[in-house]
C-alpha cells in the first residue's frame, strides 16, 4: 500500500492503493481486531478478579490499561471501515468519528495518569527505573495534544458532537476534511497509545507481587 506519510499523497491515490490491497488489508486488520479481543478479555477476567479482592492499586492500572485497549480498538474499527467507505461523504463520517474519539479519549488519558496514579507510583509501587520513559510518553502526549486539539476541537464542536445548528456551518467543515489526514493523526495517536500501553504493562508486572495467584511466570 502507498506510504500513508507521503507528503505528495493525495487522498484519491491513497484509494486507488487501498482497491489494489483491499484483501490484503482486510486480513490485517482482521488479524488486529482478534489480537485486540483477546487482550481485552484478559483484561476483563482480571478486572472483575482485582474488584472481588478488593485489590484498589491494581485494579487502577488494570482499569487504564482497559481504557485505552478500548479507544485503540475503537479507532482500529473506524479505520477499517473508512478503508472500505466508497464515497467521501462516507469517508468523511468516519474521519469525524475518529477525530472525535480522540479528542475525547486524549483529555481522558490524561485524567488517568493524574492524581490517583500518581499517588499510586509515588508512595506505594517503585517504578524509579521506567519513569524516564513515563516522562517520555507524557511529553509525546502534550506535543499531539498542542499540535491537533485545536483542530479536533472545532471538528467536534461543528460537526460531530455539539453540532452546528447552522448547516452550512457544518457542510464548510465536512468538506475541507481529508480523510487521508484523519489516518494520518489516528496512525500517531495509536503510537501513543501503543507506547502507553507497553509502560503499563511493565508497571502492572511490579504490581503484580501483591496478589501471589495472579504473579507473572516472569
Known amino acids: ?16 492503493s487501498i482497491n489494489q490491497d483491499i484483501d490484503k488489508i482486510i486480513e490485517l486488520f482482521d ?6 479481543e483477546e487482550s481485552l478479555d484478559t483484561i476483563t477476567k482480571t478486572i472483575i478478579l482485582l474488584e472481588i ?5 491494581l485494579e487502577l492500572l488494570w482499569n487504564i490499561a482497559g481504557y485505552i485497549n478500548i479507544i485503540s480498538y475503537d ?13 467521501e461523504w462516507q469517508k468523511r463520517h468516519y474521519a469525524r468519528q475518529i477525530y472525535l474519539i480522540i479528542y475525547e479519549s486524549l483529555d481522558d488519558i490524561f485524567d488517568l495518569l493524574g492524581k490517583d496514579f500518581v499517588d499510586l507510583i509515588k508512595n506505594r509501587l517503585d517504578i524509579a527505573e521506567l519513569q524516564e520513559e513515563l516522562k517520555n510518553i507524557r511529553s509525546q502526549m502534550n506535543k499531539f495534544k498542542k499540535k491537533y486539539s485545536k483542530g479536533l476541537k472545532t471538528i467536534r464542536n461543528v460537526s460531530i458532537a455539539h453540532r452546528d445548528k447552522k448547516a452550512l456551518n457544518q457542510i464548510k467543515v465536512i468538506l475541507q476534511l ?17 507506547n502507553l500501553e507497553s509502560l503499563l504493562t511493565k508497571i502492572v508486572r511490579k504490581g503484580m507481587v501483591e496478589l501471589s495467584e495472579l ?4
Do not use: C, G, V
Not at 1 to 16: R, Y
Not at 78 to 86: E, H, N, S, W
Not at 215 to 218: E, L, M, S, V
Open 53 to 57: 479482592k478488593k485489590s484498589k492499586d
Open 1 to 16: 500500500m502507498a506510504n500513508i506519510f507521503d507528503d505528495n499523497l493525495t487522498d484519491s491515490e491513497l484509494e486507488n
Open 75 to 87: 479507532i482500529k474499527i473506524i479505520t477499517r471501515d473508512l478503508y472500505l467507505a466508497k464515497s
Open 215 to 218: 504473579k507473572p511466570d516472569n
Open 31 to 36: 488479524k488486529r481486531f482478534k489480537n485486540q
Open 178 to 194: 481529508k480523510w487521508l489526514d484523519a489516518i494520518r493523526i489516528s496512525i500517531d495517536y495509536e503510537d501513543i497509545l501503543h
